[in-house]
């Protein structure tokens, strides 16, 4: 059966730094695109990073650019989110996603591309 498992996060401070994973059951991950989205309450789920099969591919929102990385271990069959200077409005429920057949442009931080979802990992920023 196809799963995929975020762990990782938790409650840390603002400025803090957490690290998602995103672990892949019953497919190889490596064989897609995976995307990290994040959903705070009341509010649409939207894209945070995307990454390529191959890892040579990524691409983040606005948000995301020069605080968080995303990476991927195709032999863990796992893919990372390292996500440093935690603000407050980062707090959400982060979703790991599989399925889109690219990451070439932000349009793949578009949550239609993605067939495939975990559950989610709560990541709260607060002092």
């Known amino acids: 059966q196809l799963q995929l498992v975020e762990s990782g996060g938790g409650l840390v401070q603002p400025g803090g730094s957490l690290r998602l994973s995103c672990a892949a059951s019953g497919f190889t991950l490596s064989y897609t695109a995976v995307g990290w989205f994040r959903q705070a309450p009341g509010k649409e789920r939207e894209g945070v990073s995307c990454i390529s099969s191959s890892g040579v591919s990524t691409n983040y929102a606005d948000s995301a650019k020069g605080r968080f990385t995303i990476s991927r271990d195709n032999a863990k069959n796992t893919v990372y989110l390292q996500m440093n200077s935690l603000k407050p409005e980062d707090t959400a429920i982060y979703y790991c996603?599989?399925?889109?057949?690219?990451?070439?442009?932000?349009?793949?931080?578009?949550?239609?591309?993605?067939?495939?979802w975990g559950q989610g990992t709560q990541v709260s920023v607060s002092s």
């Open positions: 996603a599989a399925g889109a057949d690219q990451c070439s442009t932000y349009v793949y931080l578009s949550k239609e591309k993605y067939p495939y």
